[in-house]
Nanobody
Framework: VQLQASGGGLVQAGGSLRVSCAIS????????VGWFRQAPGKEREFVAA????????YYSDSVKGRFTMARDNAKKVVTLQMNSLKPEDTAVYFC???????????????????WGQGTQVTVSS
């Protein structure tokens, strides 16, 4: 599969943005899709993921309650709705896909072999 992220931008603190990940290829519904982010000088960190089967979603503690991830298998699109944004949410956001992920590995970037190019999200204070 190939992934392409879009929808980033500049927003003031407290505002909202939605980033999307369009996924091409076969068997999209079999893939777990994750969002990760990387700020300058920091390691890439897990943000959210949606499982292939059942569509269960998982979030990092830092975004839980503010971000919502959803997938549309028919359109092959995954979205991340980000509300109540904070300056510390500023980063490049990447979507990634992997199949056969077990729950314990869903937050590990190394478990996702396919990655999109990333989209910049900047939150001003």
């Amino acid at each position: 599969v190939q992934l392409q992220a879009s929808g980033g931008g500049l927003v003031q603190a407290g505002g909202s943005l939605r980033v999307s990940c369009a996924i091409s290829g076969r068997d999209f519904s079999r893939y777990t899709v994750g969002w990760f982010r990387q700020a300058p000088g920091k390691e890439r960190e897990f943000v959210a993921a949606v499982r292939a089967s059942g569509g269960s979603t998982y979030y990092s503690d830092s975004v839980k309650g503010r971000f919502t991830m959803a997938r549309d298998n028919a359109k092959k699109v995954v979205t991340l709705q980000m509300n109540s944004l904070k300056p510390e949410d500023t980063a490049v956001y990447f979507c990634a896909a992997g199949s056969g992920l077990i729950l314990s590995s869903i937050r590990s970037a190394r478990q996702y072999p396919q990655w999109g190019q990333g989209t910049q999200v900047t939150v001003s204070s």
